[in-house]
């Protein structure tokens, strides 16, 4: 590992493959067009010897890139050189080094290889790509340099200890087959065919009428609503059916471990993907139940984490959003998560806000919608006005669950916040130290009535969350404020609210 290492010989296969994806355009169109191509017409071969020849240029830069790049550790720092003609050398401190993520396609688990993705605070290497071993290797060797370093941290661990990882390593959390099949049937597909479902089906109960169904011009005359009600429907369940599997293969394995204060992450039945996490850069704590799941006594718990720098777009933990415990029983996911997290309490919160927040949830969203199904109906059918009235009746309902079962509290430090809607519910808890900021917002209407809309402002990746509630108390939103800004807030007054 101190002299320079090649990457895997699968890197090239990649590379080609990319080179498709790449020219894809340009190949369909060619394959579309071969039907009408003249073989006895040499001014007919010029086109596609063209694109062969951009083609097998791009393959050959990529493979240059494979061949010229180099990696191995130097001093304390992670070098990777890569150009043919160009050279670029990158170096990472390796004492800034905090997780190692791969990911696997179904070719790089055919020949066994890996995506690797070295990270640091502000940065980080892709290499792509290396074999399983070459992996455990990289890992360990900076693992074991850091362990060096880190005298006071490590005082009674040996390098050798160090890459030993099997005897630190603990299973936290293993998704079984079964929970795995209620996740992928509970997700959100299932509450979107059932929300356009149902308007749809009520329509149409009333448009054809059963009573002549035996009449065949009556029946010949409502044909075309039957067929696209079929469509629709037919559409509507294939969408529900792809998003199932998508989510069982996605989530296919998922096993959650720690080791070292670090959090890994395994899933995937097509694509393997393993992920990262140091706990110590949570800045919050996310709980995330759907309308369905809360029957069934199930939650999802997320964890808000900084940015990992220069993150690939592919990678599960750039945006700062990492899925802990996917599918798991509400009671055993926070027994867990006060384990992980001991700095923080997970309190129930008091919920309940101002009555008149009912109408300003809702009335913006239900003028908009009448007025479009006004219009609609006059241009053409009343059952737009229909629908647009059985979805501003969703609206409020949904402002209605919002006011009513929505909270927060806060203590000396931490904020904990509930927020109702009608298809999810999202408890946020989050430490005072690392809030980055608050807003309050109010407008002439709000100020006279006394209320105001605030949000908290979390680091999460390379941008920010925000945790707030509108249309509260603006005298709870001023203590809010001063909770913030003040260190050591005496809070005398409540520390939540209620309607």
Known sequence: ?????????????????????????????????????????????????????????????????VYSTRYWIEGHHFVVIKGVFNKKRKELDIQRIQSFDSSQDIISRIFGGMIMEIKTPSDSIQLEIVSKKQFEDIEQNIKAVQYANDQQAEQNETVEGAKDESKSQQL???????????????????????????????????????????????????????????????????????????????????????????????????????VNVPIRRIQAVVEKQSFIRRFMGYTSISFIITSDGHSSEESESASGDVVILPFIKRQKAYEMVQQLVPSMAFQDVPTGLPKGGIRRHAQIGVALLLIAGGICTYFWSVWYLVLAAFISVLFIV??????????????????????????????????????????????????HAELADFNFKAARGLSSIDIGLRFIPDREAERLKQWYIKEGYDETESNGTRG
């Open 172 to 274: 936290l959390f293993k998704l079984s087959l079964k929970e795995l099949i209620l996740m992928a049937l509970s997700s959100g597909s299932i509450g979107i065919a059932l929300v356009t479902l149902t308007p749809i089906l009520g329509t149409f109960q009333e448009i054809i009428p059963w009573e002549s169904l035996f009449d065949r011009f009556e029946w010949i005359a409502h044909a075309a609503y039957v067929a696209v009600a079929g469509l629709i429907i037919t559409a509507l369940l294939a969408a529900y059916i792809i998003g199932v599997i998508i989510e069982f293969v996605r989530s296919y394995g998922y096993t959650l471990t720690e080791e070292n204060e670090q959090l890994h992450i395994k899933h995937g039945l097509l694509s393997v993907k393993t």
């Open 1 to 65: 590992m101190y002299s320079p290492q090649k990457l895997h010989p699968l890197s090239y296969l990649t590379g080609l493959i990319k080179t498709i994806k790449q020219n894809i355009i340009v190949i369909i169109l060619f394959l579309i067009n071969i039907k009408d191509f003249n073989f006895t017409n040499v001014r007919e071969y010029i086109w596609p010897a063209m694109m062969i020849g951009i083609f097998l240029i791009s393959f050959i830069i990529n493979a240059l890139a």
């Open 398 to 447: 949904n402002s209605i669950m919002t006011v009513l079962y929505s909270g927060y509290m806060t203590d000396a430090s931490l904020l904990t916040l509930k927020k109702t809607q009608l298809l999810r519910t999202r408890y946020f808890y989050v430490k005072k130290d690392k809030i980055i900021g608050f807003e309050k917002a109010q407008n002439l209407f709000m100020q």
